[in-house]
């Protein structure tokens, strides 16, 4: 149902999403969860995070060190959502902070240099968001985010090289 707004909103009229009753139980799976279920449960945060009047309930739930978490040591499968759910976050002033404090950019790097190439262009706009911001730069370059997109833009998937070469700008 997250997939479509008209439903994703009726779960919301329904008090779910502002109770955090369906994102927490979603950030339950990511953290303690079957790896079968986990790529499940961040596409329904994916979903969510694509809409910013539920930006905040899923930051709110716990998502952001969730999702570092599968990054970390997650499934493959479910790389790709939990770093598009990072993405999502941090291309709002509001979150880039709370990104970067639960350990984004450092997974997010480890994702470009080990992780499954379709996890690699969302892990690269995660490293775009905070690296807009002064503050975080000392951050991305640090966590080697600089040789980790070079690397990408020599042998990484297509999709992933027009970021990693943004985040190089």
């Known amino acids: 149902c997250s997939e479509h707004e008209r439903h994703l909103d009726a779960v919301v009229a329904a008090g779910a999403l502002e109770a955090c009753v369906v994102l927490e139980a979603c950030v339950g799976v990511l953290q303690t969860g079957p790896d079968g279920a ?7 945060l994916i979903h ?8 905040d309930a899923v930051v709110a739930a716990g998502a952001l060190e969730a999702c570092v978490g599968v990054l970390q040591t997650g499934p493959d499968d479910a790389k790709a959502n939990s770093a598009g759910v ?10 880039v902070d709370a990104v970067v404090a639960a350990g984004a950019v450092e997974a997010c790097v480890g994702v470009l240099q080990t992780g499954p190439d ?10 775009i968001h905070c690296s807009e911001h002064e503050r975080h730069l000392d951050a991305v370059v640090a966590a ?6 070079v690397g990408v833009l020599q042998t990484g998937p297509d999709g992933a090289k027009a970021n990693a070469a943004r ?3």
Do not use: F, Q, W
Request: glycine share 4%; proline share 0%.
């Open 86 to 95: 990072l993405a999502h976050c941090s291309e709002h002033e509001r979150h």
């Open 144 to 149: 080697g985010a600089l040789e980790a997109c």
């Open 38 to 44: 986990k790529a499940n449960a961040a596409r329904v």
């Open 118 to 127: 379709g996890a690699k262009a969302n892990a690269a706009r995660v490293l």
């Open 167 to 169: 985040v190089l700008a």
């Open 48 to 55: 969510c995070s694509e809409h910013e009047r539920h930006l």
